[in-house]
């Protein structure tokens, strides 16, 4: 058991017979983590925590709905930093619980703490609990025998996928369920040289690139497994350790973890982490926040901070993947895997989403086109065209009174 100076003092049972409720996503990864953690904190403070969890397309509706009714059911969420120009004003502002305890914020990735749980103008309402970026996993048996190199653009991505692919072995997946499309059309736009939105929030992908990006993705269905289009990150890990897919392109701390364990994966050490083409993918942020109707704010705190220390966040890395959002966490674990040492870097350059209150609107019109220009029933023309149209609308009607400096 992991016993940390911060909640030592409640050791003493200052907490006991307390109860708190605890809601994260359901990944065999973010919610093993916290099970893992209730069961800890329990031990040490006598205080009880429930880990309610849900799918990643059903969390933001369930936890938009009781943020929005006033509902007293969680006093702790772990929410995704895309989020936040929408629930941010939900949560218990934290920044004086953080200099009351000398809480080590700096000691976070400022990269990744900018785009999980803090304001425009300092706020902050969440601790980061786990990040992530996009990236490559490949299969190196498989490249080492065709004399491969991991790609450094998506035509030689795709000229990969194509190569390794067989009747028994896809040459690639991805997670093609609708909600998870957009992060790989504009992780293609970028890496040519795209910008999303300009500084004054105007839409910028409206043009050759942004079509041919949605182009390539869509080519890719050719070298994926024949249900893809159904395929959400846990589907894509399971074909990736299977031995399935040569290549994944997907989050690594939703497969690091399964594909490292002799009792899940086929391709222990058969298998590498490459950066997306371009170099730099979507960071996807998670932090742990307090709901302003929370009935144990003071308990939902200490099970935060106890949660995102140090010595926990190497823990949950090790037993499942789950990347460290501290730089304290990332020295120790450089030393023991020299292969994750870019990983801080890589974490503090990637790119994110607008954290603005339209946001969810956003992602969902553009997600509904990409899927539909995936599956043919309109032309990737027209599903950028809308795309963009949509984003300029809805970005107008709350124009946001800061500058977009996301690109």
Known sequence: MVILAATQALAAGEFAGREITVLFMSSGTYDASARLAAAEFEAL????????????????EKLGIALATGS???????????????????????NDLIKRDGFPYDDFIPGVAKN????????????????????????????????????????????????????????????????????????????????????????????????????????????????????DNPDVAIAFVNGDAAMAETWPSLTLGMASDPAQSSVVGKFAIAPVPGGSGEMSTWHLSIPKTARNKDVAWEFIKFMTSTDNQLRYQREFGVNPTRYSAWEILAKEKPELAGVPQALNTAWAFPRIPQWPQMYDAANIQLSQAMSGQISCEAAVRSIANTWTELINQLKPDFAWRGD
């Open 72 to 94: 007293r059911d969680y006093d702790v969420v772990s929410v995704e930093g895309m989020w936040d120009g929408e629930m941010g004003p939900y949560f218990e502002p934290l």
């Open 45 to 60: 403070t006598g205080a009880k925590v429930n880990v309610v969890d849900a799918p990643w397309t059903a969390l933001h």
């Open 116 to 231: 999980a749980g803090q304001a425009a103008d300092g706020t902050i309402f969440g601790i980061p609990h786990a990040a992530d970026a996009v990236a490559i996993f490949y299969r190196t048996d498989l490249f080492a025998e065709l004399g491969l190199k991991p790609p450094t653009t998506y035509d030689e991505y795709a000229e990969l996928a194509r190569i390794l692919h067989t009747s028994k072995r896809a040459g690639t997946v991805f997670a093609g369920v609708r909600e998870q499309l957009l992060k790989y059309w504009i992780t293609r736009y970028r890496a040519m040289g795209g910008v999303m939105l300009s500084p004054d929030w105007k839409v910028q992908f409206n043009n050759e690139k942004g079509v041919q990006a949605l182009e390539q993705l869509k080519a890719m269905k050719d070298y994926a497994p024949a249900g893809v289009m159904s395929y």
